[in-house]
């Protein structure tokens, strides 16, 4: 296992890169500021370093300020090695990390935990771009009592009903790509054919089981169906596993880590479990370089840095 201490993706490796506040300021320092630097206050890319480096002056508003100024990381006063320790815990970890768990490995109280973990959460926010190719389309219910809730739902007529306990998430996998998962108001014809349209390139192929809400898709997509009602579960590569398998585990992360998901944040761990699924293959550190950036900036960048 020799070279493990240096690799990244490995915990000893990931606390003996990031050894210190200082390293993790610098490596902050690059990404925020890889256009060049900026003032925080004003947008202006004229400043000047002090001696020492930990500090900056603008040159158009005089005003003084560091490298997390402005951003999250700088309003919360926690020390960024414990935002590069939550993000690379909620990054790594397959089925999530609840606050309760982060606040004690990261050594903040839970209150501040919660608030690091919606935060990365929310810089963990799903892409609109179309999926295109073959796309294996679905939905899952999350949340209350699961009884006779996938019969009901498979019986023609009734899609939509019993909805009452339980929230609908619909989910497009694109073959080879990325997952989109979106908590929906309900699972009726109208409302999926919306969001498919929104999301996948017209000349795709879609993938689906039997429910009545897809009966008008295939007028604009090529539509193969599976029957589950008749034990069809494969047909050739006709079939939906792999968004069955991405809700398998959002729900073994439902269980076992976070045990509730309020309706008003459930998007929210939808984008978190979206996120990992689809980073999964990518190496980690370009993936922890790009969340550490997304973090610090989901909060609102100068409107004139934006348009510069
Ligand atoms: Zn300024």
């Not at 959460?121 to 219910?141: H, V, W």
Request: aromatic share 12%; with cysteine; charged share 25%.
């Amino acid at each position: 296992m020799k070279g493990m201490e240096t690799r990244f993706e490995t915990l000893i490796g990931f606390l003996g890169k990031f050894k210190d506040e200082e390293t993790c300021r610098d490596f902050f320092e690059k990404l925020r500021f890889r256009n060049g630097a900026y003032c925080p206050h004003c947008g202006l890319m004229h400043v000047y370093r002090f001696k020492g480096g930990k500090r900056f002056r603008c040159a158009g508003c005089r005003q003084d300020f560091t490298i997390i100024t402005g951003t999250v990381f700088g309003e919360s006063k926690i020390p960024l090695r414990k935002w590069f320790i939550a993000i690379y815990l909620l990054t790594t970890n397959h089925k999530g990390i609840s606050s309760v768990q982060l606040a004690k490995q990261v050594g903040v109280t839970q209150k501040t935990a919660w608030f690091m973990d919606h935060r990365i959460r929310k810089a963990m926010k799903q892409s609109n771009g179309q999926l295109s190719g073959i796309i294996e389309i679905d939905e899952t219910y999350v949340g209350g009592k699961e009884r006779n809730k996938h019969a009901a739902l498979r019986t023609r007529g009734t899609q939509g009903r019993s909805v009452k306990t339980k929230t609908p998430v619909f989910g497009m996998l694109q073959r080879g790509g990325e997952m989109r998962a979106k908590v929906v108001n309900d699972v009726r014809m109208v409302t999926l054919e919306k969001y498919i349209v929104e999301s996948v390139r017209i000349g795709s192929t879609l993938y689906s089981d039997e429910l009545n809400s897809y009966d008008r898709i295939g007028k604009l997509f090529p539509h193969e169906r599976i029957r589950h009602a008749q034990g069809e579960y494969v047909r050739g590569s006709v079939h939906s596993n792999g968004a069955e398998s991405f809700w398998a585990l959002f729900k073994r992360g439902y269980i076992g880590i976070y045990h509730f998901m309020s309706a008003k944040h459930l998007q929210r761990y939808v984008d978190e479990f979206a996120y990992r699924f689809n980073t999964n293959e990518r190496e980690f550190q370009g993936v922890f370089g790009d969340l550490v950036h997304k973090v610090a900036t989901t909060r609102g960048l100068p409107y004139k840095v934006l348009k510069a």
